[in-house]
């Protein structure tokens, strides 16, 4: 029975004394991981049943856990955590350093812990405790899937604790293990006949399918490309786009990450209340001369986006808008959000657009960042980071970063797609 939880992540312990956490807890974890109540009450009294330090203890366990969560470092507590509000606390803890947290509950039957309870010499806690304790886990426990953890496992008996095996995964952006070397791709916008330039530029050589259409591109000998978010939009071809993305990610040749036209084409395809502006217009329109079978494989593939990638041991983020150092390999809606959407003041300028606080300029992460969303006519390199976003769709360029070599190829555009509601650059 595995129970699977990120690597970098905050382990929440439910069960009533008695239950076997600890027991649990040391069986799959190593100590260094394990913050234990017990214990920090121990290390702030000589009598370990003195409960005036329980608060204080805590907010020991609190300080530590949070220390530990702010390196990335998987961290368990072992309390009894039957109260929602102690959960909660611990919820806000992970989403405060952008992880998940994960619960893990042992609601073995009331019988049993009464059993192990009155077996235990070193601390009688009585049955009336242990059935206060069980009381607040049933009335709390149906609402377990609300109070924002990211996994919940549930073991109702020994037999499923024996079995259970602990199974640690990588958060969805870190591919540290991935070492490149990378083509990186600024924003395509729906410009297939650039794309298709381009990709020949870098090296790969198309794949078409018996209509013609380039489905895949196999690429130079041990290389990948990344794409940076919004492929589709704006430009003549979008769906030509997707299908070409679509076959190198399949086929491992390619990596890409969500941009903000992407998350709303798809609340479009979902039905949702989405104005049809910026391009996503022209999308739906081109989408709608395709299947529904296309279109939902367009709709899944958008879905299965992650908001950013750590790549070559750390070295290497992408993300559509840029990232800061914190959000690095982190997770959650603040994450998500930046790496969209980037910072803004909350003000438009005199076209109507956000007015973008600019990030790059306060960066000093050691990873470098590369990044599109806001069209620049010229390349220029801030504190170990750079847009690739040169407004091909706006009669600009596209382009890549060859990674590590650090060199710039472009290919210009056929022609504007579509005109800017100000001038790039």
Not at 118 to 127: H, S
Not at 211 to 232: H, I, K, Q, S
Not at 353 to 366: A, F, H, K, S, T
Request: aromatic residues 6%; contains cysteine; proline residues 6%.
């Amino acid at each position: 029975m595995d129970l699977v939880l990120p690597k970098s992540s905050l382990v929440v312990l439910i069960g009533v004394s008695g239950a076997g956490k600890s027991t649990f807890a040391a069986r799959h974890f190593r100590p260094t991981e394990v913050l234990s109540s017990d214990r920090f009450r121990a290390l702030l009294s000589d009598d370990e049943n003195d409960q005036n330090v329980t608060a204080d203890a805590f907010d020991v366990l609190h300080y530590i856990a949070g220390k530990r969560l702010a390196a990335g470092r998987l961290t368990v507590v072992d309390a009894t955590n039957v109260k929602a509000e102690d959960r909660a606390a611990l919820v806000a803890l992970a989403k405060q350093h952008h992880l998940p947290a994960v619960a893990i509950v042992l609601d073995l039957p009331q019988r049993l812990i009464q059993q192990r309870t009155a077996e235990r010499q070193d601390r009688d806690l009585g049955p009336d405790v242990t059935r206060r304790q069980a009381d607040h886990l049933r009335r709390t426990l149906p609402e377990l899937d609300c109070e924002g953890f990211s996994r919940i496992h549930l073991l109702h008996s020994p037999e499923e604790v024996d079995r259970a095996r602990v199974v640690r995964e990588p958060l969805p952006s870190d591919l540290r293990e991935r070492t490149g070397p990378f083509d990186v791709i600024g924003d395509v916008h729906g410009c297939r006949p650039e794309l298709e330039s381009l990709l020949g530029e870098l090296g790969y050589s198309l794949v078409r399918d018996a209509d013609g259409r380039a489905v895949d591109a196999m690429p130079p000998a041990g290389r990948t490309a990344v794409f940076a978010g919004d492929l589709v939009d704006r430009g003549p071809d979008t769906p030509g786009v997707l299908r070409l993305a679509m076959g190198m990610v399949a086929a491992g040749h390619a990596l890409v990450v969500s941009g903000n036209h992407e998350y709303k084409l798809i609340r479009a395809l979902d039905g949702g209340k989405v104005k049809l502006t910026h391009g996503l217009e022209k999308t739906m329109s081109q989408l709608g001369e395709w299947d529904e079978k296309f279109r939902a494989e367009v709709r899944d593939f958008c879905a299965g986006m992650v908001d950013h990638y750590v790549l070559d041991g750390g070295n290497l983020v992408v993300a559509h808008a840029g990232l800061p150092e914190p959000y690095h390999g982190r997770t959650g809606g603040r994450v998500r959000s930046f790496a969209l959407y980037g910072d803004t003041t909350g003000e438009r300028d005199e076209y109507g657009l956000p007015i973008r606080l600019p990030w790059q300029n306060d960066y000093r992460g050691e990873a470098t960042v590369l990044y599109g969303h806001t069209p620049a006519r010229e390349h220029e390199w801030t504190n170990n980071t750079l847009c690739l976003d040169t407004g091909c769709v706006f009669g600009g360029r596209l382009t890549a970063l060859r990674y590590p070599e650090r060199e710039l190829v472009s290919v210009p555009a056929e022609q504007t797609y579509h005109e800017p509601k100000r001038p790039f650059g």
